[in-house]
């Protein structure tokens, strides 16, 4: 069983020690940073579940480094920081984090808080949609057909997940568009097509008669479950 990934990005040590030993004791696989360069080169390489993120770093400031794991993955981001004011809480918000914790904290509180977020989430190592062939594995991000991994760009991943989050449920292009590439991105609805095309040439067995990606015409597109066996 695969286990849940957590990236620290924290400038104090002594916080990054007390966390990785509690946090290993649960469990959970553990990396860790202290500046946010390096933090932005380990979410491209490890594309963490979980990322515990302090807003004051010495190199850049945290908020960066948080639209760069927003930009990668849907998981659970939290914020630790030394102060909350009105404005940074609202800038981590839009971001979309899940939480802020306050320095200094308690340690079970904060892992606490982590697995209750866990639970609201789509984190859970078991939690993988089998259709027919094909297996969407919500806990890791990473997709299967025949037990070969799928390679998916960026779009096609955050598309892909953003529907098996949501079965069955039909979504318009200008939904997708929103979800995906936001209101103030300047691609256009052709780039929602081309990248659901591209998608389906790589889960599909039959990409100009698909049964997972469906299109509701008129309406939109949803990940159907029905075919799944």
Known sequence: ?????????????????????????????????????EGLRLIDEMVPDILLLD????????????????EKSDGVLIFITGKKSKSSELEGFEIGCDDFIIKPFDTF???????????????????????????????????YKK????????????????????????????????????????????TVKVNLSTLRKKIEDNPRNPKYIQTERGFGYKLSIDNKK
Do not use: C
């Not at 946090?23 to 696989?29: D, N, Q, R």
């Not at 807003?55 to 927003?70: H, M, S, T, W, Y």
């Not at 904060?110 to 259709?131: D, E, F, G, Q």
């Open 1 to 37: 069983m695969n286990t849940i990934k957590i990236l620290i990005v924290e400038d104090e040590h002594p916080h990054i020690d007390i966390l990785k030993i509690h946090l290993e004791k649960e469990g959970f696989t553990v990396t860790s940073s202290t500046r946010a360069s």
């Open 55 to 70: 807003i004051q770093l010495p190199d850049q400031n945290g908020f960066e480094v948080a639209r760069k794991f927003r």
């Open 109 to 143: 509180e904060l892992i606490a808080r982590i697995k209750a977020n866990i639970r609201r989430s789509s984190l859970t190592a078991s939690n993988v949609l089998k259709l027919g062939d094909l297996a969407i594995d919500l806990a890791n991000k990473t997709v």
């Open 147 to 190: 037990n070969k991994k799928i390679n998916l760009f960026i779009k096609e991943k955050m598309l892909l997940f953003y529907l098996a989050q949501n079965p069955n449920r039909v979504f318009s292009a200008e939904q997708l568009y929103d979800q995906i590439w936001g209101m103030d991105s300047k691609a256009d609805l052709k």
